[in-house]
């Protein structure tokens, strides 16, 4: 895990680490919840001036759990890794992708009227699914459990929502929907 730490590309380091940290708080301070000064509150970002708000809500991969938490924690670091260093002759579109991602849910979940609570856990599903489309037919071993192959891995974190949670996976469902948008318009 260490070696794995040290190896991960800089944004994707600093974006689970930021997240391992909030969540740690959370554990610690407010009974294993994600800290309520970040989470998103339009009323707060606008009345209250919160202007981190619609940024720190994307830390929240959900509570430390025994499989949950790890599963988002392995997927954001496989994926979003895997797509950082794909870029890294252009650096920018893997910022265009992040902020295309970050907007498209900050702006579309509200307008849907829907709570947006686990905006992490539904930009890894936006990530995954952009890498799934550019390994296309490549096999994937779900932690050397489950092999699939790549175009069905949103999917699988779709069912696992479902099943590991016990509620519908609509907001995974945009976030493969935005990065379908997004992988198309690129």
Known sequence: IIEAYHTTPP???AYLTSSFVVTALGAILTNNEFPPLLTLDWTKVFKSFQIWRPFTAFLN???FGPIGYPMTIHFVHQ???SLERSSHNKPYDFWIMILFGMTSMVVGYPMMKL???FLGHNISTFLTYIWSRMYEGMDVGVFDFIHIKAEVLPWFMLAQ?????????????LGIVFGHVYYHFK
Do not use: A, H, Q
């Open 11 to 13: 944004f994707t380091k």
């Open 61 to 63: 991969l959900g509570s």
């Open 79 to 81: 994926y979003m890794s």
């Open 115 to 117: 709570n947006s609570r």
């Open 161 to 173: 929502t479902f099943l590991l949670e016990g509620e519908p996976p609509t907001l995974d469902f």
